[in-house]
């Protein structure tokens, strides 16, 4: 493990992403903790306030982002500097991506069905992150030999060709597929070629006229959502706890 550590994170300068990773992880999982006894009405714990104003913790987050980045930015990729800068920055990204639902919205949706956006995105951030320590390169050029890295030609076209399988699989309505494809591009190759979902911009745009495809695609979507949505949302309820009931309409 220490060799790996020394060879892999270290020697490449990729220590500060380690630090940032791990200080990311464990701020959401003390926030999601500290967030769901307060909600419980148990612990020390209480929310913040000004006066009358309700203090999210995005705003400390904001700061603490801000902070690490340029402090990242003003120096190197050693010594102590960089690592506290990584350090900032992992705890302010967890910090504001925890209420990344409070953001896209503009409300206070947190423990509502909308807030499990925020666990969505956590999660996604932390497996790219992951991704690009353990070794992958965007766009899948890590692999290419000295010679090709001098073809700037050959690296610009498989960056656009996979960036392009990407962008198809967004419009297919693949969100998660199309993030990792950018990282993995045989995901982004699968997603490209893959049905699109009923609701997404491919769908309305190339099934409009394409009956017997637009059935396939809703019934595809229809079994992925009822084999998956009840083990997503276990996962979900435990990291981020149970949302809300939603109130009976009148």
Request: proline share 6%.
């Amino acid at each position: 493990m220490g060799h790996w550590l020394e060879r892999n994170v270290i020697e490449p300068g990729k220590l500060p992403l380690l630090l940032a990773l791990t200080a990311f992880v464990l701020t959401f999982v003390i926030t999601r903790v500290v967030t769901r006894l307060i909600r419980a009405g148990k612990g020390p714990f209480d929310n913040v306030t000004a006066g009358e104003v309700h203090i999210h913790h995005v705003v400390p987050g904001v700061i603490l982002t801000v902070s690490g980045g340029f402090g990242a930015v003003a120096g190197g990729r050693h010594g102590f500097g960089s690592a506290l800068s990584a350090v900032l920055f992992g705890m302010g990204a967890g910090l504001v991506l925890d209420e990344f639902a409070l953001i896209l919205h503009l409300d206070d949706v947190y423990w509502t069905e909308a807030g499990r956006k925020s666990v969505e995105m956590v999660v996604l951030t932390a497996a790219l992150v992951g991704l690009l320590l353990v070794g992958f390169t965007p766009f899948g050029v890590n692999d290419l030999s000295e010679d090709e890295l001098e073809n700037r030609a050959s690296v610009a076209a498989n960056v656009a060709v996979n960036f392009l399988f990407s962008l198809i699989a967004l419009s297919k309505g693949k969100t998660r597929i199309a993030v990792f494809g950018v990282i993995v591009p045989v995901v982004a190759l699968i997603g490209s070629l893959r049905l699109a979902r009923p609701d997404s911009p491919w769908a309305r745009r190339f099934y409009r006229r394409r009956p017997r495809a637009r059935a396939r695609a809703t019934l595809r979507a229809y079994h992925h959502d009822r084999r998956w949505s009840g083990p997503r949302r276990a996962v979900q309820d435990w990291l981020g706890g149970k949302p809300d009931p939603t109130p009976p309409r009148p």
